[in-house]
Nanobody, 124 residues
Framework: QLQLVESGGGLVQPGGSLRLSCVIS????????IGWFRQAPGKEREGVSC????????NYADSVKGRFTISRDNAKNTVYLQMNSLKPEDSAEYYC?????????????????WGQGTQVTVSS
């Protein structure tokens, strides 16, 4: 069964760093794009970053460019989001999503499977 589990969230001061992990089980990661999304209270869910199945292509929302880095280790079935220089406006529930390439899906707008989320709070 396809499953994504996020971890690594928490409370951090402005300017601090966190690394989120998304562990995928139940399928071979090689055939999936993976994306990170976030949703703050009262706001719509938004795309943060995407990484291609090979890891050779990445993209970022303008609001996180230069501060966040997405990476993947297919051997460990894990995708990471390194978040540096965090700001209070980065506070949100963060979700990862897997996009099945064999069904024509792609990050960020395609269909896929969501994880349950991990909370990030940036506050002094």
């Amino acid at each position: 069964q396809l499953q994504l589990v996020e971890s690594g969230g928490g409370l951090v001061q402005p300017g601090g760093s966190l690394r989120l992990s998304c562990v995928i089980s139940g399928f071979t990661l090689d055939y999936y794009d993976i994306g990170w999304f976030r949703q703050a209270p009262g706001k719509e869910r938004e795309g943060v970053s995407c990484i291609s199945s090979s890891g050779g292509s990445t993209n970022y929302a303008d609001s996180v460019k230069g501060r966040f880095t997405i990476s993947r280790d297919n051997a460990k079935n894990t995708v990471y989001l390194q978040m540096n220089s965090l700001k209070p406006e980065d506070s949100a529930e963060y979700y990862c999503k897997a996009f099945p390439l064999l069904y024509g899906s792609s990050c960020p707008g395609g269909f896929g499977t969501w994880g349950q989320g991990t909370q990030v709070t940036v506050s002094s």
